[in-house]
Every structure is written in C-alpha cells, then in structure tokens.
C-alpha cells in the first residue's frame, strides 16, 4: 500500500491551497484517514482526520479554515486550506488505516508535502 501526497507549494498569507493524498495497492477498506503536520524540532500534529462515514475531526488551530473530505471510490483524502496563515507553514502528512484482506488494519502515511505561507 502506498500513499501519494500533492498539492503543496508557496502561498501568501489569506491564500489557498489543496492538498490530495491518494491510496493505492492491495486494499479492501479504509477506515480514518487524515492530515498531520510538523516542523523541525516539533511533534507531529493532527490538522484533520475524517471517518469512512464522513465524520470530521480538526485541530483548534485551524477549525473554520480548512476543510477535510474524502472520495471512498477513489481511496483519496483532500484537505482544503482557506484563509492559511504563516504558522501554518509545514510539512503536511497524510496517513490512512487501511484493511487488507491476508494482513488486517495498517496505517499507513504519505511521503509529505511542503507547505509555505509567507507573511
């Protein structure tokens, strides 16, 4: 199984950004997925995660600007990032808990996406 992250890049401060993250290989389900960040020198941290029955779960920090969603038929999370701020500048992850057939439950994580707000 593996994970595709995109849609990083360098925005202004107030500006947009869509980030995709795409599972593929052996799968026969997939239960949460969601998006984590992190800097140098700091832990990871849940931005947004998102149940295999749409329920949605989002950091403090970023309730009311990004929204997390999902395609079930395309094994693909997104993350919408609205009105992104300097501090949200970081190296987004994607990770999914995914069932295969002969293996059980794994969660898996993306490669990581840069993503740079400037001020």
């Known amino acids: 199984v593996q994970l595709q992250a995109s849609g990083g890049g360098l925005v202004q401060a107030g500006g947009s950004l869509t980030l995709s993250c795409a599972a593929s290989?052996?799968?026969?389900?997939?239960?949460?997925m969601g998006w984590y960040r992190q800097n140098p020198g700091k832990q990871r941290e849940l931005v947004a995660a998102?149940?295999?029955?749409?329920?949605?779960n989002y950091a403090d920090s970023v309730k009311g600007r990004f929204t997390i969603s999902r395609d079930n038929a395309k094994n693909t999370v997104y993350l919408q990032m609205n009105s992104l701020k300097p501090e949200d500048t970081a190296v987004y992850y994607c990770?999914?808990?995914?069932?295969?057939?002969?293996?059980?439950?794994?969660?898996?994580w993306g490669q990581g996406t840069q993503v740079t707000v400037s001020s």
């Open positions: 990770n999914a808990d995914v069932t295969r057939v002969v293996a059980g439950t794994t969660t898996y």
């Open positions: 290989g052996s799968i026969w389900g997939i239960n949460d």
């Open positions: 998102i149940t295999s029955g749409g329920s949605t």
